[in-house]
């Protein structure tokens, strides 16, 4: 048994997201010498239920997007809190976190200030140990690499509005291994560079998750692309490599329709957006679809799982925002099957570990996800092996914040095995 770890000091300061804004770093120093340091990402699709991230709002400074305040709340308020406590107590850490808060979006601190110390204690703890991060979370459970879904085309905000689509996505469902998922991955990203610049368009602008940004005429043409360049990279579309969805539908939803700019003048009815993707997962091998309705539209949630529930994974994301009531009313109201997972949503380490279990528990799948806004941490690569969630969303294969998961993957795979992989699973087995 290591004895306990007590925290000394605790530092944030403000650094860089991939997006060139400034975000909240903090570093954990414990007696005896164990590190820990994390960054904690941003998103730009973000759900109105999220934990709220703090900006300091100085237009002066980064346009108003500046986190001094969220870092000297770090400094001054919660780290004299926590000096002297075992590093590993991180259910008592992030409960006395939340506390010192005292509101139930984080909004006074601000979940970026929290979420860094949560996440740092993790890695300071895991270095007291002198194991790897995803080992000490694993804690009992069977570590396993996830499946990578990974970004082919941006769309939505992610990529200046030119589809209203938000991601199309491949999932490499024939892979036996993370490494093979991952060089599949390449080899069709590479063919739809050759396929776009083919078809005329712009094959290599990147959007902010370094998928493709073309100036498409419609949402399907995004899909019959991707499905092209499957086939052009030599792959069996819907048996090697499927594809998914992140129609992100809350930022096209107003008034209780869904309104489709990049089709001039559409508004679509719920009933008719999911009749809609029903007659794209018909036409096209697409297998998972994220936020297919909008965050509030419960209503709508009922109706497409109803149509698409035994056929697809259905993820909520700005849906369930990583959180314990709201995933728990999806369960219970058989809302979706599946639980996009963002730390930042929720704010703390421990509370996303609940989230992931408690959607294991119900048989629904958790897809560990990176936001837009990204850097060079890798904690959630750890994060998606230690609890076995089966599915990792990270981005394309191209932008180094996207990189540095993809491979720690690699590094995390050479240590467990080849065969400790989670393999696709089609909905319902
Ligand atoms: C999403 C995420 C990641 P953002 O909608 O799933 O792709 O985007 O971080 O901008 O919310
Ligand atoms: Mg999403």
């Known amino acids: 048994m290591t004895a306990t770890a007590r925290i000394e000091r605790i530092h944030a300061r403000q650094v860089l997201d991939s997006r060139g804004h400034p975000t909240v770093e903090v570093e954990v120093h414990c007696q005896g010498g164990a590190f820990g340091r994390a960054i904690v990402p941003s998103g730009a699709s973000t759900?109105?239920?999220?934990?709220?991230?703090?900006?300091?709002?100085?237009?002066?400074?980064?346009?108003?997007k500046g986190v001094l305040r969220a870092v000297s709340h770090v400094n001054t308020v919660l780290a004299p809190a926590l000096l002297g406590r075992d590093v590993s107590a991180q259910r008592a850490i992030d409960r006395t976190l939340c506390e010192l808060d005292g509101t139930p979006d984080k909004s006074r601190l601000g979940a970026n200030a929290i979420l860094g110390?949560?996440?740092?204690?993790?890695?300071?703890?895991?270095?007291a140990q002198g194991v790897p991060l995803w080992r000490y979370l694993a804690d009992d459970r069977q570590p396993l690499l996830p499946l990578p879904m990974v970004n082919l085309i941006s769309g939505g905000l992610h990529a200046g509005g030119n589809l209203d689509f938000?991601?199309?996505?491949?999932?490499?469902?024939?892979?036996?291994?993370?490494?093979?998922?991952?060089?599949?991955?390449?080899?069709?990203?590479r063919a739809l560079a050759a396929t776009l610049a083919r078809h005329g368009f712009e094959g290599v602008l990147v959007?902010?998750?370094?998928?493709?940004?073309?100036?498409?005429?419609?949402?399907?043409?995004a899909v019959q692309l991707a499905v092209e360049a499957i086939e052009k990279a030599?792959?069996?579309?819907?048996?090697?490599?499927?594809?998914?969805?992140?129609?992100?539908?809350?930022?096209?939803?107003?008034?209780?329709?869904?309104h489709l700019h990049s089709t001039v003048g559409v508004s679509l009815t719920a009933k008719e957006l999911a009749d809609t993707l029903l007659h794209w997962v018909t036409k096209y091998p697409i297998l998972s679809i994220e936020d297919g309705m909008a965050e509030d539209d419960w209503e709508g949630w009922v109706k497409l799982?109803?149509?698409?529930?035994?056929?697809?994974?259905?993820?909520?994301?700005?849906?369930?925002?990583?959180?314990?009531?709201r995933v728990k009313r999806g369960i219970a109201e058989g809302v979706a099957n599946g639980v996009l997972i963002k730390l930042n949503q929720i704010g703390t380490l421990t509370e996303t570990l609940d989230v992931i279990h408690l959607a294991q528990q119900a048989g629904y799948r958790p897809v560990i996800s990176a936001r837009s806004g990204e850097t060079e941490d890798a904690t959630i690569a750890d994060l998606a092996v230690a609890t076995g969630a089966g599915q990792i969303k990270i981005g394309s294969v191209a932008r180094s914040e996207r990189l540095a998961k993809y491979n720690q993957l690699l590094r995390i795979e050479e240590e467990l095995g080849k065969e400790a992989f989670a393999a696709w699973r089609p909905v319902g087995s």
């Open 47 to 64: 759900g109105k239920h999220e934990a709220r991230e703090l900006r300091d709002g100085e237009a002066e400074h980064f346009g108003g």
């Open 117 to 127: 110390i949560s996440l740092a204690c993790a890695h300071a703890a895991a270095d």
């Open 166 to 189: 938000q991601d199309f996505l491949l999932l490499p469902i024939g892979a036996r291994s993370y490494s093979e998922a991952l060089e599949m991955t390449v080899r069709v990203y």
């Open 207 to 221: 959007g902010d998750e370094g998928g493709f940004g073309p100036k498409l005429q419609h949402n399907e043409q």
């Open 234 to 258: 030599g792959l069996r579309p819907g048996h090697d490599a499927a594809l998914a969805l992140d129609v992100a539908s809350t930022h096209f939803y107003r008034n209780g329709s869904y």
């Open 305 to 325: 799982t109803s149509v698409l529930g035994k056929k697809v994974q259905l993820i909520g994301d700005d849906l369930f925002v990583t959180n314990p009531e």
